[in-house]
């Protein structure tokens, strides 16, 4: 056992979980996700928000299994290496805005951390602004923990507390399993399907939940994290997460190229717009959120699934946050920033800003 610990903790520890989630992202694109969208846990979770009703988009409704498998795959690595600690009590409102506002940038964008690596590495140079806006707001996050901002701590709390957001991850799994898709409906039984469009496109939903419970185990053990990659860079000029991240970008590459899916330009990429300045804005906005809450879009899954009720609410916040961006027009789609997009980026960096500067600690 403390040899996998010692593994997991070490650079190439790091770097091989960085390398099976690029390589696997990739081949979920080819076994039947969207394109460039081979794990993409923003774009994942909001059709999930589709799929049981939160939002109408008929385009993104389903219910990926890989979700699931995350937040399942990290409770078990918990359990298994004693590390599954129920917690709950920073700032629980507070992560749940932050975690709306998240998605909110994300979907201006068009993806998380995860998606703008993967779709650089299918050769969408859309992305490279998203990268860029990521990191720019992860570095204002970084001055704000500097100036000691802090949700306070959270505390022990009773085991069902922990067990709550697996729970309701296997309810959803019985959900999908009780009421499958009809061919050509959009509605079977209770759960909401796309029948065009990217909540149409799926690998197999076995394929799914396998990596998807894998690459939740692995995370776990490494502590994987895009946004904790930046801030360490900047923080404390630490290169270990970074080379996680850099080897999912790589290996994800490689892949693509073996697949033929590389497909360098700007236009015409899958799910994705042209609209560069609002491509940049929409990731500093989720950058600085993420930095707030303390982790990326997946890293709050996997929190949760070792008991983390903070990250769940921050991951019941991201679902409110699709159902809002895509009930009142600030989503963005291939054809560019939803209606209401521009201003839902510009009070969104405001409220951040505003949480930034009101939640620093007085130092006597």
Known sequence: MSAWRDFFASRLGIISVGAFIGVFASLLQKWGNPGNMGICVACMERDVA????FHRAAMVQYLRPEIIGFVLGAMAAAFIFREFRPRAGSAPIVRFVLGMLAMIGALVFLGCPWRALLRLAGGDGNAILGLLGLVGGVWIGTLFLKGSYNLGRNQSTFASGGWLLPIIMLGLLALRLVFPQIPDKDLSGI?????????????????????????????????????????????????HLLSGMLALLVAAFLVNLILGQFKPGFAGQPVAHTMGLWNFAGMVVAGLAFTLAGGCPGRQLFLAGEGDGDAAVFVLGMLVGAAVSHNFGLASSPAGVGPYGIHAVLLSLAALLFIGFTMRQKTS
Request: net charge positive; with cysteine.
């Open 191 to 239: 759960i909401f399907y796309s029948v065009k469009g990217p909540g149409a496109q799926f690998a197999p939903l076995p394929v799914s939940l396998a990596v998807g419970l894998a690459v939740g185990f692995l995370a776990q053990r490494s502590r994987f994290c895009t946004m904790g990659a930046i801030r360490d860079l900047v923080l404390f000029r630490q290169m």
């Open 50 to 53: 589709g799929a049981i009703g």
